[in-house]
């Protein structure tokens, strides 16, 4: 198990998506840092990454496939982020507090919270 098969199982390939499709694919992405899985795959969190010995993966704009979906090459800046879903429940991911607890904290709960809140918001239109 590695960086490897956890992208496998948690990250496949975040081609251009629906506004729904690309954040059920972010949530997957996400429910895939519980210490169970972490475990499994033999992975570790540090600074916001997941550790695999010398090898690492990036939760960025590069790798979301929100970011991806909805800023194309444009850059992760939050001007660039009004079509995201997450939008209405956060202004930008990398300036809130939620996506600093997982950066400089490793914990994951607070944009797990993110990411249910918009999907309902998406559920109820």
Not at 22 to 29: M, N, P, V, W, Y
Request: proline residues 4%; aromatic residues 8%.
């Amino acid at each position: 198990m590695s960086i490897k098969t956890w992208v496998e199982e948690f990250n496949p390939d975040a081609a251009k998506q629906t506004r729904a499709t690309a954040l059920d694919h972010t949530i997957k992405k996400w429910s895939g840092l519980t210490p169970e899985a972490l475990e499994k795959h033999k992975l570790v969190v540090e600074d916001g990454l997941l550790v695999d010995g010398d090898n690492y993966y990036a939760f960025d704009s590069s790798t979301c496939a929100l970011c991806v979906a909805f800023m194309g090459n444009k850059g992760a800046v939050e001007e660039n982020c009004e079509e995201c879903p997450l939008a209405p429940v956060i202004l930008s991911c990398s300036l809130s507090y939620e996506w600093v607890a997982w950066s400089c904290d490793g914990n994951p709960q607070l944009m797990k919270e993110v990411l249910a809140e918009a999907k309902q918001l998406i559920d109820d239109e």
